[in-house]
T-cell receptor, first 114, second 112 residues
Framework: DAGVTQSPTHLIKTRGQQVTLRCSPK?????VSWYQQALGQGPQFIFQ???????QRGNFPDRFSGHQFPNYSSELNVNALLLGDSALYLC?????????????FGPGTRLTVT | DAKTTQPNSMESNEEEPVHLPCNHS???????IHWYRQLPSQGPEYVIH???SNVNNRMASLAIAEDRKSSTLILHRATLRDAAVYYC?????????????FGTGTSLTVIP
């Protein structure tokens, strides 16, 4: 049973460019959340997708957008990259959106913006 | 979601029990208490969660105070593999977003 997978593992981009990160949820899970983790900090919630719709959003600008596909996989897009966008981007999946459900995290994508 | 307070760091000797505290004085009656840990260079990993009663699983135990204003994650015999950052998180049952608001957590060092 595959867990949460993310691609790519590492990525280097230049300021102003655009990037797309991908996530496949754990088998049987239908909800995907994205987090940004700066060095030395806890993960910060970006947004959550359920039934192909954005359900909740954290305090992130519109440069951050996402998508969920019918097979429940998801993409995170970041436009007009800033140096401050350099971070570990984590994807987490769960079955449904109830507060009692645990989330399973992927290993993350390390994005470096130069 | 209510906030949690954890010590920045703790140390434990290998094979001894570890008690990781978390204060959540503004917890509401519908908040679940979740614990996650993050090993170096990995994504967070689910440890345990509970609502009112103490909980046990293969990884740890969760002791919840009677007034629910604090909780303690108990690792019964710390190993070097338990060295990680441990996050205590509250999730409101009435909020169906299921996102987690992480703090800075407790960095646990296990001494051989």
């Amino acid at each position: 049973d595959a867990g949460v997978t993310q691609s790519p593992t590492h990525l280097i981009k230049t300021r102003g460019q655009q990037v797309t990160l991908r996530c496949s949820p754990k088998s049987g899970h239908d909800t995907v959340s994205w987090y940004q983790q700066a060095l030395g900090q806890g993960p910060q919630f970006i947004f959550q997708y359920y039934e192909e719709e954005e359900r909740q959003r954290g305090n992130f600008p519109d440069r951050f957008s996402g998508h969920q596909f019918p097979n429940y996989s998801s993409e995170l897009n970041v436009n007009a990259l800033l140096l401050g966008d350099s971070a570990l981007y984590l994807c987490a999946s769960s079955l449904g959106v109830q507060a009692s459900y645990e989330q399973y995290f992927g290993p993350g994508t390390r994005l470096t913006v130069t | 979601d209510a906030k949690t307070t954890q010590p920045n760091s703790m140390e434990s000797n290998e094979e001894e029990p570890v008690h990781l505290p978390c204060n959540h004085s503004t917890i509401s009656g519908t908040d679940y208490i979740h614990w996650y840990r993050q090993l170096p260079s990995q994504g967070p990993e689910y440890v345990i969660h509970g609502l009112t009663s103490n909980v046990n699983n293969r990884m740890a135990s969760l002791a919840i105070a009677e007034d629910r204003k604090s909780s303690t994650l108990i690792l019964h015999r710390a190993t070097l593999r338990d060295a990680a950052v441990y996050y205590c998180i509250l999730r409101d049952l009435s909020n169906t977003g299921n996102q987690f608001y992480f703090g800075t957590g407790t960095s646990l060092t296990v001494i051989p």
